[in-house]
């Protein structure tokens, strides 16, 4: 299922609550509390880890950060999505991905058999 998008109205009521009262400052960055010029708006909680994706999104579900701040809890999130699917996968059963491709050559050379004092090599060659 694809991600869900916070509506404009939602959108709009979290931008009204990190931004000061009254003010025609820039909203405040809801993790660090600077100001935040250039900002995003995320999910709390992230979306590919909900699993009643049927109640709609409210302003409650998300937050207003700056985009130092997105970029960190993204990354975060990230990890813990990927985790989660090892996790499920595992408990369901399924197997790791057989490696495609060639098969690895080792890189050492095999060692040369040297029969009565010559190796081999020289005496197919004389």
Known sequence: MSRREFSKAVKLQIIKRATPAGTLAPPWCEECGSMAFKWAIDHIDPDAMQIDKSKPLTAADGQLLCLPCHAEKTKADV???????????????????????????SKEKPPLRVASGVPEIMRRFQ
Do not use: Q, S
Request: hydrophobic residues 50%.
């Open 79 to 105: 990890a813990d999505i990927a985790k989660a699917k090892r996790v499920e996968a595992a408990h369901l059963g399924a197997k790791a991905a057989t490696p495609r491709g060639f098969a690895k050559v």
